[in-house]
């Protein structure tokens, strides 16, 4: 009998959270994915939603012990050319549909863990990346709150702020004469490996952290120092 407790991956079909995924179920968890794409690893379940949608019904989502949410958009742009949709789809994918998927969950499951993916320009930032940022400030917030407002349930909520991570996402807001520079500037002078950010995320949800709850931990190879 499996023992483990049930794991759901939000956003789990590609980049960290395909990573994420995969490693969970590797170590032998029942591990459930919602994404709009289905996640290609093998002993998942998919289920497919978009959940930056409004009036989504997550109540068949039972008996889930850790919640990883990897879901983020990031659309750059200069600040007087940012475009009112652009504006609003990054607020509702990347804060407002954490609020409805996590409330749901909350209700209908007794959570233990829960991890926020969310960037170090949650902590700095770049040119081109207003809303970006201000999106990834709004996440810490939130998980602050929720840390205080669960901890008498025992339940330990964290951020995980990758840096400059190998994904799509990272290759299409960014060229490749930038990610050179970018390498030059980290002090491990390369990317990180989505992998490494699934294992910090790991062990955060895992029985060996018993005391690190609302915080933001930054991964980041000494970018941000």
């Known amino acids: 009998m499996n023992t483990l407790p049930k794991v759901l991956v939000l956003g ?87 609020f409805r998927v996590l409330r749901q969950l909350f209700k209908y499951n007794k959570l233990s863990r829960v991890v926020i993916v969310s960037s170090i320009w949650g902590v700095s930032t770049r040119k081109g990346r207003s809303v970006y940022s201000a999106t990834k400030h709004a996440l810490t917030g939130l998980v602050k709150t929720l840390a205080l407002e669960y901890a008498n349930k025992e339940v330990l909520i964290n951020l995980v702020s990758p840096g400059f991570t190998l994904t799509a996402l990272t290759a299409q807001t960014n060229t490749d004469h930038e990610l050179e520079e970018i390498k030059a500037k980290i002090p491990l002078k390369r990317l990180a490996e989505p992998i490494e950010i699934a294992r910090l995320i790991k062990f955060l949800t895992s029985d060996d952290n018993t005391y690190i709850s609302g915080q933001n931990i930054i991964i980041d190879g000494g970018f941000t120092i």
Do not use: H, W
């Not at 590609?14 to 994420?20: E, L, Q």
């Not at 290609?40 to 008996?63: F, H």
């Open 12 to 98: 789990g079909s590609s980049g960290i959270g395909y990573s994420v995924t995969q490693l969970f179920c590797n170590k032998g968890y029942n591990t459930i994915n919602i994404s709009r794409t289905p996640c290609q690893v093998n002993g998942v379940t998919n289920i497919l939603l978009d959940l930056s949608k409004k009036n989504i019904d997550l109540s068949v989502i039972r008996d889930v012990g850790i919640v990883i949410d990897c879901v983020g958009i990031n659309l750059p742009s200069a600040f007087e050319e940012i475009e009112d949709n652009d504006l609003d789809r990054m607020f509702e994918v990347n804060v407002t549909s954490k």
